[in-house]
Nanobody
Framework: VQLQASGGGLVQPGGSLRLSCAAS????????MGWYRQAPGMQRELVAL???????KYADSVKGRFTVSKDNANSIVYLQMNTLRPEDTAVYYC???????????????WGKGTLVTVSS
């Protein structure tokens, strides 16, 4: 299983970006897919998760500004980021907890990060 993230870049404060993460390979089922981020000198932190039940989870710092969604047909998870702030600057990592096959326990997978820079 591979997770390929895209959509990062430079944006001005108040602007918007949409990140995408495509999961490829053998995927039997998933518990959740979503995003973490890591700012320079900081620990990696949760941003948003989309659960297989349809529920979502957000960090308090992004509630009301970010929206996580999933295209089930194509195993793609999106992160729509609006009203971006300089403190949102970080490397964003795609993350999934899934099973690659029937009878195989679910485990965590990470994609390579994509850099989001919010600056004027």
């Amino acid at each position: 299983v591979q997770l390929q993230a895209s959509g990062g870049g430079l944006v001005q404060p108040g602007g918007s970006l949409r990140l995408s993460c495509a999961a490829s390979g053998s995927i039997f089922s998933y518990n959740y897919m979503g995003w973490y981020r890591q700012a320079p000198g900081m620990q990696r932190e949760l941003v948003a998760l989309f659960y297989s039940t349809g529920l979502t989870k957000y960090a308090d710092s992004v509630k009301g500004r970010f929206t996580v969604s999933k295209d089930n047909a194509n195993s793609i998870v999106y992160l729509q980021m609006n009203t971006l702030r300089p403190e949102d600057t970080a490397v964003y990592y795609c993350h999934a907890h899934l099973s690659p096959g029937r009878g195989i326990h679910s485990r965590a997978y990470w994609g390579k990060g994509t850099l989001v820079t919010v600056s004027s």
